[in-house]
């Protein structure tokens, strides 16, 4: 019997909403990281390595992601024994306490030990978030098997609403030209009130462990399916072509198109939040795959535009593309492995997190490293860097930014044809298994 016929239906809502609540605080958490980062570079990085500051605060950024791959991969391996429940506790918990350690970063150390402490409060929220991620997926495959593509889409609805929140503080506090560890205070309201709602409330076994499959089988199920290992790199993609640009869009692209980068960020987020509310029709329509297909060739082409915009009118265009292109990516790529290794259980699901948890790990520092390499090239070495002026930095730093993002673009553009191929397949698949019910002696 599943997790549906069991719990009522009031327990299935607070549980469901206390899910959107934990992936709410990582996305504001994630947006806070990006929209402080601005200042963390300037007043902590610059001050001890002016000439790698770029690669630091990618590095910087990308730790979260390596504590959230880490512990993801630990979480869903051990999900049934650890309980739903507790993970969603844990991820409260960590959030809270990352936060805490990064604020008072300045305060418990100095110099380049002031980043090492800065590291370790971002690696905790990234604990926080592998926990977080490691439950709510299967827990809403578990609590809504029959509807996995529009509930997972609901859900991850409100990753992109955190991020609003979080950039619309970033830029309320450059406005009045707050401090950055202020941003990050946010954080506690809706961490604390994640451990709140999930605290004396019973939460499910895994859909996995309730219908009997055991624990070994998940493995082998998916050992024995070689295409879920593509799906692996699948994902590696599409999360570098969505989350590794959210984090970097205030540091590069404040400086190209005339605006605060994280108002696109905000934008795109609002359309995200909108349009995942309708990912079930859409799915019903296209199918997992083709909407997988038509999101890698919005994001490939948004990419490309993002640091040609040289205005705000112009990035609001690109940043519509872009948007359109990720706005499924994450959600539709869980429940599309849901549904074709059903068997592979929260292994299957959390696999898919880890790859995506570490593409922002990987790519992030890689892109800080393009910028800080370009930069000196144009200057024309460090020395040559020193003494620009203003106008002629940020000329030099707007090329930079640029060339970042055209290399991120190459990405999403792989997956045009590693999903135009899978579609193509199913397609033929599901016509020959039609003509196959139409006349059995076809299949002779």
Not at 313 to 324: D, R
């Amino acid at each position: 019997m599943n997790a549906a016929a069991v719990l009522a239906a009031p327990a299935r809502r607070r549980i469901f909403i206390a899910s959107s609540l934990a992936l709410f605080t990582a996305g504001l958490s994630f947006s806070l990281r990006a929209a402080a980062i601005t200042g963390i570079e300037a007043e902590v990085l610059r001050t001890f390595d002016p000439l790698h500051s770029g690669e630091r605060a990618g590095a910087l950024l990308g730790i979260a992601s390596l504590g959230f791959a880490a512990t993801l991969a630990l979480a869903t391996v051990l999900l049934d024994r650890i309980g739903m429940g507790r993970a969603l506790l844990l991820a409260g918990a960590l959030f809270a306490l990352g936060t805490g350690v990064a604020i008072a970063a300045p305060t418990l150390a100095s110099g380049a030990d002031t980043y090492q402490a800065l590291r370790a409060g971002f690696l905790l929220c990234g604990l926080g978030w592998g926990f977080m991620e490691a439950s709510i997926n299967p827990l809403t495959a578990t609590l809504y098997p029959d509807d996995a593509t529009a509930r997972l889409n609901v859900l991850h609805a409100w990753w992109p609403a955190g991020i609003i929140v979080g950039g619309l503080i970033g830029i309320a506090a450059g406005h009045w030209q707050a401090a950055w560890q202020t941003q990050l205070v946010a954080t506690f309201v809706p961490a604390l009130a994640t451990i709140a709602l999930c605290a004396g409330i019973a939460f499910p076994r895994t859909a996995r462990a309730a219908s009997g499959v055991a624990w070994g089988a998940m493995f082998r199920e998916l050992l024995a399916r070689p295409m879920y290992f593509v799906w692996l790199a699948c994902m590696f993609l599409t999360a570098a072509s969505e989350l590794a640009p959210g984090q970097w869009i205030d540091l590069t692209l404040t400086r190209t198109v005339g605006m605060r980068g994280i108002w696109l960020l905000v934008y795109v987020s609002g359309m995200m939040f909108v349009l995942r509310h309708f990912a079930g029709p859409i799915a019903h329509r296209l199918s997992n795959i083709g909407m997988l297909w038509g999101s890698a060739l919005l994001t490939t082409v948004g990419l490309f535009l993002l640091p040609r915009a040289e205005g705000p009118l112009s990035g609001l265009a690109a940043a519509t593309i872009w948007g359109l292109g990720v706005c499924f990516l994450w959600p539709t790529m869980l429940a599309n492995v849901a549904q074709r290794y059903p068997r592979g259980g929260e292994l299957a699901i959390g696999g898919l997190a880890v790859a995506g948890a570490l593409a922002i790990e990987l790519v992030l520092p890689r892109l800080g490293a393009i910028f800080d390499r370009e930069r000196l090239a144009l200057a024309g070495g460090a020395d040559s860097l020193a003494t620009l002026g203003e106008a002629q930095r940020a000329a030099i730093e707007r090329s930079a930014a640029q060339t970042s993002f055209e290399t991120l673009a190459l990405l999403p553009a792989l997956l045009i044809v590693v999903f135009g191929a899978i579609w193509a397949w199913d397609r033929r698949t599901a016509a020959r298994s039609a003509a196959v019910q139409a006349d059995p002696a076809a299949s002779r």
